[in-house]
């Protein structure tokens, strides 16, 4: 693309990892055993579990390592949507862009060691013989490029989910209907499965690509996942059309997503109190916009109302059932069981103002690719060795299984995109 970052640009900023220093503060007890327990069973236990071990053992060194480029987190710990548990960081600066200013940064500081190419797609790795050497590409102007590569080619392209054809070709699990042209993605336009193919091409193997991941927090027909106000699953409520909840919003992405398309329209509302947003003067969106903003223009179909009568009438929901939905959860905060079995019952909605904000499922993380090993080789068919080829982040399979832990995206790409870039500098087979 003409920009740099992909899709850690746009995403929620969000990083799970057990933190000792920040979650004993806050009673939450954690290790890294749970966290891949966690992990492996939020995704069916089909991920490969050397692989889990590595992502989940190696996330705090890489949360360190971040934080020494310069990136910076809030202290307190949330449960990220969709994360299963509180363990999420939440960065300071909007959305992912503090990832990519800490690695453009460091980069920086390296001087002419290094040499970022914008525009300039990958088409075809080099071959000699059986090892990657080097890799073809285009250049904005259509003229050809040729890198080679005296220790290793490294894919680190992202997914497919941008990719209608790839989406439409793989979705055979039966978990998904149509993929097609209808369903949005909150994918930049880059993510178009192009490294995977690639690869493909070079003998590597393709695994779990009938894995795919829907997302809940999509703006209607377009897609995108701006204009969220938080992605703390303690800080909402979601009803249907009808006004009436329909699932447990500290649940696993999937299941949502499934409950939400089962839902007259296929869409629902995320509803906020005052409770949750107490300084709507002070509140920005993750992308650093201001609420005040966001509300007075209904950007994103954003709505208010001083009471849940006036807030139902503003999104044309039944008020009886709107305020049922409310008072009924906040019966099961005050008994610590809710009907739906929501777990993170730590917040009241009583006072008003009330806010709503319309979401849909969109196509948003590919869970198959390249195979690989823990070091990030590359594997063929026969699970040996691509010499030379290595692979990172969502490019790759194995790893997440039939369902991608909220907040686990960015730690993939951090723990195995520093494997991969050790791995390739020692050139070791």
């Known amino acids: 693309m003409g920009i740099l970052g992909g899709n850690t640009i746009v995403c929620g900023g969000i990083y799970n990892t057990p933190d000792p220093e920040r979650q004993k503060p806050q009673g939450i007890e954690d290790s890294v055993d749970l966290y891949v327990k966690q992990t492996l069973e ?58 990519i200013d800490a690695y453009l940064k460091t980069l920086n500081e390296r001087g002419d060691k290094c040499k970022i190419l914008t525009d300039t797609k990958g088409e075809e790795l080099i071959l000699d013989g059986n090892k990657v050497v080097g890799i073809k590409a285009t250049n904005k102007d259509g003229s050809e490029l040729t890198l080679h590569a005296d220790k290793g080619v490294i894919l680190a392209t992202g997914g497919f989910a941008g990719n209608v054809e790839l989406r439409e070709k793989y979705n055979t699990s039966g ?7 209808n369903v949005p993605t909150t994918n930049m336009p880059g993510v178009t499965g192009d490294g995977i193919t690639i690869a493909s091409k070079a003998g590597a193997d393709l695994i779990d690509m009938d894995l795919i991941q829907l997302l809940y927090l999509s703006i209607p027909k377009n897609g995108g996942i701006a204009g969220l ?22 649940g696993r992405r999937d299941v ?31 992308e650093g916009v201001p609420m005040t903003e966001i509300l007075e223009n209904n950007t994103y179909g954003w709505q208010t109302g001083e009471t849940l009568d006036e807030l139902a009438e503003k999104i044309n929901v039944p008020a009886e059932n709107l305020k049922a939905a409310i008072d009924n959860y906040n019966a099961g905060v005050d008994s610590g069981k809710d009907e739906f079995g929501r777990e993170l019952l730590t917040k009241k909605f009583e006072n008003g103002p009330w ?7 969109a196509v948003h993380h590919t869970m198959g690719g390249v195979r690989i090993d823990t070091d990030c080789h590359a594997l063929n068919a026969d699970g040996e060795i691509i010499e030379g080829l290595y692979a990172a982040g969502e490019l790759t399979g194995g790893i997440h299984g039939g369902n991608r832990l909220g907040g686990n995206a960015v730690v993939d790409t951090v723990v195995f995109g520093r494997i991969a870039g050790t791995s390739a500098a020692k050139a070791e087979q």
Not at 46 to 53: A, F, I, K, M, S
Not at 355 to 360: D, I, K, M, N, S
Request: proline share 6%.
């Open 42 to 99: 939020g995704g069916d236990n089909l991920g490969n579990p050397e692989l889990v071990q590595t992502l989940c053992s190696n996330a705090y060194d890489g949360l360190k390592w971040l934080e020494g480029m310069g990136m910076q987190f809030e202290d307190k710990i949330i449960q990220g949507a969709g994360s299963l548990y509180p363990r999420t960081h939440q960065s300071v600066d909007p959305l992912g862009t503090g990832f």
């Open 256 to 286: 949502i997503c499934k409950a939400i398309l089962d839902q007259p329209e296929g869409l629902m509302y995320m509803i906020h109190s005052a409770d949750v947003l107490p300084n709507i003067e002070e509140a920005k969106t993750l």
């Open 175 to 181: 978990k998904w209907g149509s993929l097609g042209e």
């Open 355 to 361: 806010y709503a904000l319309p979401r849909v499922p």
């Open 229 to 250: 106000y938080d992605l703390g699953a303690e800080n909402t409520v979601f009803i249907n059309e009808e006004g009436n909840r329909f699932v447990r919003e500290d």
